[in-house]
């Protein structure tokens, strides 16, 4: 803009100044040539008078002074001539003009160029009373004359006008544009100087309060976003195109080794140097989602890589970690369970086809038939037990939920369990003991039963012959606590944690010769936990065991 | 140009660190698969080796390249020179690795090693220091390079016990099963856990190498030679 008003002002000035110059030229050579001409024509009226009075020998005693004197006889002979020329030799001057119209009318004047243009001739006649003309004549400089001999100092102005024009044109545009440099956007408001930007100065303060207040909003919203994406447990991860963190939550950060603050900016490979992880990037900048499980810091996470496409093809990459640890681990205990009742299921079927296919075939003495009959039974029943086992757990692993909690006598359910069980006790030569009073609780009557049942179960098949099951009742307070204690052959110290795992058996041979499914334990920890109890175990290798379970009554 | 230059030696970290990935895959793997006795962990090692083998011929090459149109002075000049030499010792640490892989696949060893020959102790020393190496040429750090350098002795002390262990093994061993009574190993297992060892004290001295390069490309100082070049 600057250089704009320079130039505007500075070509002004330099058209300004020559059209001056030339007009103020042309009207000063006009007026000098008049000024000569009236001074020419005074000279010739005065000469005429004097050689009027005094002849030719007036002539001889004046100075010409510049002046070029010529007497002209009518018939246009010269008659005298002031300049070095010599009068006789002197052409006719009958036909000059300014002669021509002196004869006819008395006076005369006229003007020629030299021939090269330099001088001009101003020319003045009069005739004299005895029919003779004199000429005065005068030689000027023409105006291309006085231009050509004026050039240098002319030239020397115009370089000085340039350099004055330029100086004030630069200093003027300068000024003009200081105001408008000298703005202040922020506060559009407060500026002073030029009344024509103030509707433009109104505009932007408007646009400028508005572009704020959005500002302000966008902030608003991202810091939201920071926060919620900060405080999610689940790793969160922007990628640019060429792999650059763009964006990187807490729990992203904490889990590649990094704080929230030093990975921006940064490439994931110069955090973490996780293969699998580096792989479902690269995919995933590749423009192909993908998925996958990887381990960080001993723990399973999900990763879910996929790119994120813009108007002109790949933009970045959106990278999401979640935890999936603890579901791993029950999609692999869920695994091994089905694995386990297929297992545990297969052995009591195959043993019922075996002794099945023979009796079919005939090939049973039929002294054997009743024995093999008494294994197929026993086979199924196990088969059963087991079957019933995985029913009740799973059953139990969705809660209970519709099993109606009645006000019910523990010790009774416990009198109950002994007395069905004494066949039981007496084959395997134990004694069945049961201490206690009437204590009544609120819980499911299938639950306790079972809770009870499968203890001292446990008990009696554990047990030595001559040995003893101790099955008591207590009321505690708020609690009713329930105690089997048996004589048995206990179980080691390493094994006392996992009994209450599924199909866990310390002695697995042993288990099952004594029909064994692996799975009572689990449901009595189940029931208990149903009813909000806990169960204590206490045993010595060879001398014996003693769980305990109490729960609330209420 | 020199954007170009940065722009080069920009891709020659992200490759470096990438193989430097590999190989931290390599050895775990093949150390894992010693340890748990998994064949099947073993049999994935050849092709990370193609890997990394690919990677060392691209590194190479674009080392060249920078060499070639940018010539590369002072610090430049240092990570591009210590790049190519840690390629080497990158490729080897994946060469051994496959090495160790390939015995347990042989199956000379029956069983996870017993726990008195501290083989564990060794590989977990030598995964320190395969990425302590890898980690100091990330984050340019001459001091965790230092401390590579010095975790090379726990390496080497490893190694003697593993030796002194394999030699009782070896003298208590029955005439009539071949076998040592007491860790069930027989000769042949014997051989192979000391090559096994052996390897991972060559990848130790690799991992050395590579922390060496690293302080070298960070202060120029060549400690092998002990002196400064540029």
Known sequence: MTKKIFKSIFVAAMVVMLVSFVLIFGVLYIYVNKVSMN???????????????????????????????????????????????????????????????????????????????????????????????????????T????????????????????????????????????????????????????????????????????????????EN??????????????????????????????????????????AGGRKIIMINRNIELQDAIDRALSGRKNERVITLKSRQYQVNASPVAGENGLRGAAIVLFDVTDKEQAESMRREFSANVSHELKTPLHAISGYAELMKDGVVREGDVVPF?????????????????????????????????????????????????????ERAGVQLITEGEKTKMTGIPALIQQIIHNLMDNAIKYNHAGGKVTASVRSLGDEVELSVSDTGIGIPEADQQRVFERFYRVDKSHSRAIGGTGLGLSIVKHAVQIHHGRIALQSTPGEGTTITVTMPKK | MRSNLDKQLDTLNQEMIRMGMLCETAISMSSDAVLRHDAAEAKKLPDLLEQIHDKDKQIE???????????????????????????????????????????????????????????????????????????????????????????????????????????????????????????????????????????????????VNIARWVIFSITGIDEKHEGRIT
């Open chain 1, 39 to 141: 001074q020419l024509r005074m000279q010739a009226d005065l000469a005429a008078a004097g050689v009027e009075q005094s002849g030719i020998a007036y002539l001889d005693s004046l100075d010409p002074s510049g002046y070029r004197i010529t007497l002209i006889e009518q018939d246009g002979t010269v008659l005298y001539e002031s300049s070095d020329a010599d009068a006789d030799k002197m052409e006719n001057h009958l036909e000059r003009e300014e002669v021509q119209e002196a004869l006819k009318t008395g006076e005369g004047e006229a003007q020629r160029f030299s021939r090269t243009l330099l001088e001009r001739y101003l020319y003045c006649a009069r005739k004299l009373g005895n029919g003779n003309i004199i000429r005065l004549s005068l030689s000027q400089y």
């Open chain 1, 373 to 425: 009959a008494q294994k197929i039974y026993k086979e199924s029943q196990r088969a059963i037990q087991l079957v019933e086992d995985i029913i009740s757990l799973s059953h139990l692993d969705e809660g209970a939920d519709d099993m109606a909690r009645v006000k019910l006598d523990v010790y009774k359910i416990v009198k109950a369990e002994a007395e069905r069980l004494c066949g039981e006790a």
């Open chain 1, 221 to 262: 919203k991202q810091s939201e976003l920071d926060t919620i994406l900060g405080n999610i447990s689940e790793g969160m991860i922007l990628l640019s195109a060429d792999g650059r963190i763009v964006s990187i939550n807490n729990a992203a950060a904490r889990l590649l080794g990094t704080s929230h603050k030093d």
């Open chain 1, 143 to 218: 105006a291309l004359r006085i231009f050509l001999t004026l050039l240098v100092p002319l030239i020397l102005i115009c370089i000085f006008a340039i350099f004055l024009s330029m100086l004030l044109a630069g200093r003027l545009s300068r000024r003009i544009v200081k105001p408008l440099n000298d703005v202040d956007l922020d506060h559009p408001l407060d500026n002073e100087g030029y009344d024509e930007l103030s509707p433009l100065f109104k505009r932007i303060n408007q646009q400028q309060t508005e572009l704020n207040e959005q500002e302000l909003e966008l």
């Open chain 2, 61 to 207: 090459s674009v080392c060249l390249m920078i060499i070639l149109q940018q010539q590369p002075v002072a610090s430049d000049l240092r990570l591009v020179s210590s790049a190519l030499k840690m390629v080497t010792d990158m490729d080897r640490i994946g060469v051994q690795s496959n090495d160790i892989a390939e015995i347990v696949t042989m199956k000379g060893i029956e069983g996870p090693i017993d726990r008195s020959i501290p083989v564990r102790e060794m590989a977990d020393a030598v995964i320190h220091m395969v990425t302590a190496a890898v980690d100091a040429f990330v984050k340019r750090d001459d001091n965790m390079a230092h401390s590579v350098v010095k975790y090379d002795d726990k390496v080497d002390s490893c190694f003697d016990r593993v030796k002194e262990k394999l030699a009782e093994v070896l003298k208590r061993t029955d005439s009539v099963t071949g076998r040592d009574p007491e860790t069930g190993l027989d000769a042949v297992a014997v051989l192979d856990i000391l090559m096994i060892t052996k390897y991972l004290e060559r990848i130790g001295d690799h991992a």
